[in-house]
């Protein structure tokens, strides 16, 4: 079987090979985590970003979108806290001279921990079969019970000294796990210092006169601020919420795998404004409802779990993610968090405005506490594309490459393809294809033999092929093949549109996403 390592490399070489993910600047050999959507990638993540959208904003009569500009007054990043808290602690090796994020360190050294655990669970299964109940072997095994404490206490004594800003007792725990540089393999560790990671710009067209600007590193202000406004001209009653998805910035200090971690990434996020006092129940609703969106895409249940955070954000009273099951392990997707009325507070403050709402019921003004929910766009775009692209082994000993994207998500929902390049099959398929557009992403291919083309539009992810043969000349019938299970079905070119419209809508999708929440 082929290694984490090896099947990520995979997902990028495929990701390029298919149109999906270029690096930046590719001709001047890329800039260092810095991507580009190609021409698949860019259907694909605009249809993951339209069903964020419909799911949240016209599913729900209460939440409304926003579109803020990147830009914004520089006060708001000291009021959101960004200037003074937005830090990573960041370490060096001094031998191999390479930068780590210190707490990534400590988190990657338990995640062998827990990959032990893993390893210790499929081997009982093995040993016990049917009989295993893995929830008791979790709860009651000695071994695994001690990896579990160990990790446990790692986390915990992090998040304090973390939370205690105690970058010195940060340091201490990399010596005494004795966590070494990847590349160096040494010891060799310089002190833990904080990285602020807002990119700085200039506005303004002379030096003397020009404004020192952030690019946001998160979307949520541009939402707080028009809090106000957004409530008045949209007549908005408490609870409610505001969605926005768009471009964020953070200078990481360790941008890697892929678009996981990017410098420049895009955030789907939508906060949600509540009475005080209300959180618990808010945040319990946000966590079932975004886990439930996830689901709804079928990648499986057991690839996505709940981890709360040990170290809060500075501006949050609670905080978790949900994460997924990447090819390099359990990793962040969404952040679900509590954010109190920290920003709106402290927005009036430096702005000296109010941002309050007058709650009719109880015939009083406050500040609203908010629940926020958060995804990246890329991150989920990799998720997706990582878990989808698949080596199947085919009789006779042959392998078939297959991204089994969801349909709603498929970049191209259908591809037309003539039998032959003559006897009039092009021109009919060409009719279907002319006809079928109107509707949905269709692909006309016409090169090569037909097995060779079916095997493009699998890799590419294409859920249907159609193909037109001599005998549609005879009865208007063509052949609709199905990607995943590779079932060709004879129907009349009538019922094309139907047939597939009913797989690959997105309203479908979202219905039954409704009907089952
Ligand atoms: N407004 C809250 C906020 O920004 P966050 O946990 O820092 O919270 C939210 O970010 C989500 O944004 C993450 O769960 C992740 O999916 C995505 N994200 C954060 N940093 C990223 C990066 N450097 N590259 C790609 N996605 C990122």
Redesign the pocket.
Known sequence: MANQEDIFKKVISHAKEYGYIFPSSEIYDGLSAVYDYAQNGVELKKNLREYWWKAMVQLHENIVGIDAAIFMHPTTWKASGHVDAFNDPLIDNKDSKKRYRADTLVEDYVAKIEDKIEKEVAKAQKRFGEAFDKEQFLSTNPKVIEYKERAEAILHRLGKSLEREDLADVKALIEELEIVCPISGTKNWTEVKQFNLMFGTKLGATSEGAMDLYLR????QGIFVNFSNVQKTGRMKIPFGIAQTGK?F?N?IV?RQF?????E?E?M?MQFFIKPGTQQEWYDHWKKTRLAWHLSLGLGAENYRFHDHEKL?HYADAAC?IEFRFPFGFK????I?SRTDFDLSNHEKYSGKKLQYFDPDENRSYVPYVL?T???L???FLAIFSHSLQEEALEGGETRTVLRLPFVLAPTKVAVLPLVKKDGLPEIALDIFNDLRFDFNVAYDEKDAVGRRYRRQDAVGTPFCITVDHQTKEDNTVTIRHRDTMEQQRVPISALRELILKEVDMNQWLRKLRLEN
């Open positions: 590193p998160e979307t949520a964020a953070r990481e941008a678009i996981f971690r990017m410098r990434f955030q996020e954000a993610d962040e997707l969404e952040g968090h926020e958060s995804v990246g890329d991150r989920l």
